[in-house]
């Protein structure tokens, strides 16, 4: 109950009408009778100081009236305050709840589309090992969903100049490189090795800064790089199914996206295009200069014999394969640049980690990946060593 203040100068009624007041609300309680109005002393009251009702107890019960009948009543005590009373306002943060919902909601659809790629990115190369056409379609599936939501306008084109597109140019060649490495790894090895060698993303951060760069790090920082390293080392010298060309991969996947963050954050300082439009401008380009190499390396005869084969394999199905992965390859993409524009990157990096740990569980489980315990062994530590990376850079 919200305690009340009293004039010095007012009578002291405010019992009987408290008690008036409850019982009245009550359907349980007998009607009530008027209580005598009591005046307050001048003798046991500070004139200066307001009085405050500290409790209200006994609901309901009996309280002895005059000439000692019983009346229905609310005791209440009384207080005389030290100084003057403070209001204190509480209010709930409703912008942040939501806030909160917001950025659980990108994660949430950030590791499941993921998930689903990884899944259906695995499947096609199986049956269908071309992972340079593979990595062309990707890129293609998402210019085009851009670029059919902007002249529909579903999403606002974004305002580009020459600038622009110049201060992409290098961004979109890390990327490249580091998709097409990503899916050749994955074309020869598990989804599970290529995320555990991927993991150690941040020991390659911090290399490069220190070495290319010359930035320095704490202590701490370094520190952290071992699991990482030792981690990775130890999955890698007792995988199963070890290929020399799916660790090269990942390892060059790492490595690119390093370059890829580090030109990202140069060139592309003070630029307005941000988030989900950023990614498209980066898709169309990489496209663009991925296409004539995955004809060089492969080529439409290589491809149209595979393909054939895979459907002859597979069926109907291995379309929708196909379609998937492309499609969900762009959707998660897009949605980890659009939380970019929410979360603060120290947020991101451990949801990066989640998410890696969500698609090796994932992969193991439904491709059935045969896992010794001193390789799940090396794989828990080069994972927690990127979460202590994340906590130490902070």
Not at 130 to 141: E, N, R
Not at 220 to 234: D, E, R, T
Not at 239 to 251: P, W
């Amino acid at each position: 109950m919200k305690n009340m203040a009293f004039s010095p100068n007012q009578s002291f009624t405010t019992t009987a009408t408290l008690s008036e007041n409850l019982l009245k609300r009550s359907p349980f309680l007998p009607k009530p009778q008027t209580l005598p109005t009591l005046h307050h002393s001048k003798k046991d009251v500070c004139l200066r100081k307001p009085l405050y009702i500290s409790s209200a107890t006994g609901f309901g019960s009996s309280v002895a009236g005059p000439e000692g009948s019983p009346r229905a009543g609310v005791p209440c005590n009384a207080y005389e305050a030290r100084s003057q009373p403070i209001p204190i306002s509480i209010e709930f943060d409703r912008e942040g709840a939501a806030q909160k919902a917001k950025i659980g909601a990108y994660f949430a659809t950030w590791w499941a589309l993921n998930v689903v790629f990884n899944i259906y990115n695995k499947k096609v190369l199986n049956a269908f090992p071309f992972p340079w056409l593979t990595s062309t379609l990707s890129l293609a599936a998402g210019s085009l969903i851009m670029l059919v939501s902007w002249a529909s306008r579903i999403a606002e084109a974004p305002e580009t100049d020459l600038d622009f597109w110049k201060a992409l140019f290098p961004v979109a060649v890390a990327h490249t490189i580091g998709h097409v490495a990503a899916t050749v790894s994955m074309s020869k090895v598990a989804v599970s090795f290529t995320h555990i060698i991927k993991s150690g993303e941040p020991a390659f951060t911090v290399l490069v800064s220190r070495f290319l760069l010359g930035e320095a790090f704490s202590l701490p920082v370094y520190l952290s790089l071992l699991p990482i390293i030792g981690g990775c080392a130890l999955s890698a010298a007792t995988e199963l199914n070890f290929n020399l060309i799916g660790f090269m991969g990942a390892m060059l996947s790492n490595l690119a996206f390093v370059f890829r963050n580090i030109f990202s954050k140069r060139g592309m300082n003070g630029k307005s295009v941000g988030g989900m439009n950023y990614y498209a401008c980066l898709s169309i380009m990489s496209l663009f200069i991925l296409t004539p190499f995955a004809i060089a390396v492969e080529g439409p005869q290589l491809w149209a014999v595979g393909w054939e084969k895979a459907v002859s394999q597979i069926g109907p199905n291995f379309i929708w394969w196909v379609v998937a992965q492309s499609v969900f390859y762009h959707l998660y993409n897009q949605v980890s640049y659009m939380s970019l524009n929410e979360i603060s990157p120290l947020t991101f990096s451990i949801g990066n980690t989640m998410k890696r740990i969500s698609v090796i569980v994932a992969s193991i489980i439904i491709f059935n990946t045969p896992l010794q315990p001193i390789n799940a062994l090396g794989a828990a530590i080069a994972i927690s060593g990127t979460f202590l990376y994340s906590q130490a850079k902070q």
